[in-house]
T-cell receptor, first 114, second 112 residues
Framework: EAGVVQSPRYKIIEKKQPVAFWCNPI?????LYWYLQNLGQGPELLIR????????DSQLPKDRFSAERLKGVDSTLKIQPAELGDSAVYLC????????????FGPGTRLTVL | GDSVTQMEGPVTLSEEAFLTINCTYT??????LFWYVQYPGEGLQLLLK?????DKGSNKGFEATYRKETTSFHLEKGSVQVSDSAVYFC???????????FGAGTQVVVTP
């Protein structure tokens, strides 16, 4: 069974540019999470989806960050415009919904903002 | 608020040595506790978990016991291998939806 797929794996952009990250969760997983992981720290939840619905986006900086999961499968996280402080690893995770404690993580996208 | 504190790394040890990574937590209610592992270049993987006091989670030779009285969930392995070199994250969840609160991670380096 394929795991959580994320792309791109690495992205380097200039500040003030837009950037988007894509996530394809494990097939059949209804719950999808986006996390931010700064260097030397643990992941922090940005947003959680139950199917198409964002059920917890309290940590998402909505002035520049947006996310969508239009058909309840793939998801995209966008930053516009990017700032230097956004340099981090963006992780996507999914869970089946029957055991929401067990989350399966993708390899992440490492963003560098210059 | 809820939080997880784990020992700072890097922890460097020789193959076949005993490994302990300390983890303590602060939470309202009764959290579920987890250890995740991140190998170089890979995503986080669930290593083990415990959902109530005195439960012991175990996997791949690693163990951790949910200690409510000391609010701890220390990770142990009796004989580490080079392949255990990774970053280990302690985490908790008090949310029925599975929202995880992670510690900062502990890097473990095992040398031959």
């Amino acid at each position: 069974e394929a795991g959580v797929v994320q792309s791109p794996r690495y992205k380097i952009i200039e500040k003030k540019q837009p950037v988007a990250f894509w996530c394809n969760p494990i097939s059949g997983h209804n719950t999808l999470y986006w996390y931010l992981q700064n260097l030397g720290q643990g992941p922090e939840l940005l947003i959680r989806y139950e199917n198409e619905e964002a059920v917890d986006d309290s940590q998402l900086p909505k002035d520049r960050f947006s996310a969508e999961r239009l058909k309840g499968v793939d998801s995209t996280l966008k930053i516009q415009p990017a700032e230097l402080g956004d340099s981090a690893v963006y992780l996507c995770a999914s869970s089946p919904g029957t055991d929401t404690d067990t989350q399966y993580f993708g390899p992440g996208t490492r963003l560098t903002v210059l | 608020g809820d939080s997880v504190t784990q020992m700072e790394g890097p922890v460097t040890l020789s193959e076949e040595a005993f490994l302990t990574i300390n983890c303590t937590y602060t939470a309202t209610g009764y959290p579920s506790l987890f250890w995740y592992v991140q190998y170089p270049g890979e995503g986080l993987q669930l290593l083990l978990k415990a959902t109530k006091a005195d439960d012991k989670g175990s996997n791949k030779g690693f163990e951790a016991t949910y200690r409510k009285e000391t609010t701890s969930f220390h990770l142990e392995k009796g004989s580490v291998q080079v392949s255990d070199s990774a970053v280990y994250f302690c985490a908790l969840s008090t949310d029925s939806w599975g929202k995880l609160q992670f510690g900062a991670g502990t890097q473990v380096v095992v040398t031959p």
